[in-house]
């Protein structure tokens, strides 16, 4: 019988953008979410999401009612500071003091997030993370959250995944501003946003405020398809780019050598540098030895095989499955193991690879031992049948996971809980509604919710900390 330890947190995650909706109430300013999901192509946008703006208390009885112990929301920046940068808004203040005492209430502990992807507008157009002087601006951001709901809040998150958003900013090019197949940008605003990072950890334990601070990072496992030195090669340099790079920063607080070596010969297909500032090495090392954990969100891993073309990008955001391309100058390709099964958007489910990764972690960054995985779980197109939703695939996708959890725990790993992406269904960046996480079902008309099958197995499973 596989059991999880008793003080395990069985949380939920949610974040702003794709939760709040209330886009326009209580002077709110825009992210650029809002301007680039209103052009003409846009199928969807944020406006409504699932009302969790209006709907929180109820969302917070629910997660009572089923067991969940921790709940990850996220602070919207431009609800605090609207245009990123001016004046602070204090009913955006007001609105997050309610809500995080409705998660305390119901007995909920809140995990939060200070930037989940929604850099306000003002801020976007003037370089994002990109733009170093941003850096500064979102450490004030942090700081008045610091001072704000420290005091009740005491776990908190910097940055939810870097690569997630330099890779769809510059590289797949299907987040804003859509630039597609630069990779020095991309590392460039990884090493920036790892900085930032770094600034508000050093901000935070300035105030002695008593609780705990870390970042999120999506760490995916690249294995080579086969045993060619050009196969573990692709994967080695994927692997350094998209999740090394940034652990070496976050976690070691400076990049290793090798690491460095491999970026800079990316970096040189393109003839690129990357620009570190003189007083960079310190502050990322401050902040790595005052970090107190790692958040490790994980949903899939690659299999890479050689690849010596040009870039190539096809993102499946319709769940038509076999669409996908992924191939990088310089880096490798993505491609399908035929022994591996793939949700409809053709992301890989293999459990192992987050065991592989966590112990990993233990392993090659010794002085950060203490884990959440802050998101996992399936995106799938529920049926609603008579108000029922048999959501089978995916109680079999979380348990693999919790299992694989539970076997790095053994192996040593101090992993202190779960989140499920996502508490109920929420907007999905670039697939919007149709692919849904949650454990709650919403009828995105009425914003009613419904518990799925998968609902009342998790109840079961955080009630009895089992795995069946
Ligand atoms: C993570 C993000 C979440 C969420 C999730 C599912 O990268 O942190 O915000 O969206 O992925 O992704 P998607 O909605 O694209 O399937």
Redesign the pocket.
């Known amino acids: 019988m596989e059991r999880l330890p008793e003080d395990f947190i069985f949380g939920a995650a949610t974040?702003a953008f794709?939760a709040e909706g209330a886009v326009n109430e209580d002077g709110r300013g825009k992210c650029y979410w809002d301007e680039y999901l209103h052009r003409a192509e846009s199928t969807f946008n944020g406006d409504t999401a699932s009302d969790f703006y209006h709907k929180y208390r109820e969302d917070t009885a629910l997660c009572r009612e089923y067991g969940i112990n921790g709940i990850r929301i996220s602070i919207a920046w431009t609800r605090i500071i609207p245009d990123g940068s001016g004046k602070v808004n204090q009913k955006g203040i007001d609105f997050y003091n309610d809500m995080i005492n409705a998660c305390l209430e119901a007995g909920v502990e809140p995990y939060v997030t200070l930037h989940?992807?929604d850099t306000p507008l003002e801020l976007f157009k003037n370089g994002d993370w990109l733009n170093r002087e941003n850096t500064e601006h979102f450490v004030r951001f942090a700081k008045i959250c610091f001072e704000n709901f420290g005091d009740r809040v005491k776990k908190w998150i910097t940055i939810?995944?870097p690569w997630?958003v330099v890779a769809g900013q510059y590289i797949i090019g299907h987040f804003p501003p859509n630039i597609k197949y630069d990779v020095p940008k991309a590392v460039q605003a990884m090493h920036n946003m790892c900085t930032a990072h770094a600034k508000a950890v050093i901000e935070y334990k300035k105030m002695n405020l008593n609780g705990e601070i870390g970042i999120i990072h999506?760490l995916e496992s690249k294995y080579p398809i086969s045993e060619k030195p050009e196969d573990i090669r692709a994967a080695l340099l994927e692997d350094t780019l998209a999740n090394k790079f940034m652990l070496d920063a976050s976690l070691k607080g400076s990049y290793s050598e090798s690491t460095m070596q491999i970026i800079l010969e990316i970096l040189e297909k393109y003839d690129a540098k990357l620009d570190i500032n003189e007083d960079e090495p310190d502050i990322l090392r401050k902040g790595a030895e005052l970090n107190d954990f790692l958040g490790v969100?994980y949903?899939a891993s690659h299999f890479l095989k050689g690849y010596e073309g040009e870039t190539e990008i096809y993102h499946n955001g319709t769940g038509k499955k076999g669409t996908s391309i992924f191939r990088i100058k310089g880096v490798g390709e993505r491609v399908k193991n035929p022994e591996i099964e793939t949700t409809d958007?053709d992301w890989p489910i293999y459990p192992k690879g987050l065991y592989d990764m966590l112990v990993r972690i233990k392993n090659e960054y010794p002085d950060c031992q203490k884990l959440y995985v802050t998101?996992n779980g399936m995106?799938y197109k529920d049926e609603f049948i008579n108000g029922k939703i048999e959501d089978i695939p995916r109680i079999d996708y979380i348990k693999k996971h919790l299992a694989a959890i539970n076997q790095a725990i053994t192996a040593g790993v101090n992993v202190k809980g779960y989140f499920v992406?996502s508490l109920m269904d929420v907007l999905?960046?670039?697939?919007g509604f149709n692919?849904r996480?949650g454990l709650f079902y919403v009828d995105f008309q009425t914003q009613k919710r419904y518990p799925k099958k998968s609902a009342y197995w998790y109840k079961e499973t955080a009630e009895s900390k089992v795995i069946k």
């Open positions: 974040a794709q989940h992807f939810n995944e997630s999506i969100n949903y958007w998101e995106g992406w999905s960046w670039t697939n692919k996480y």
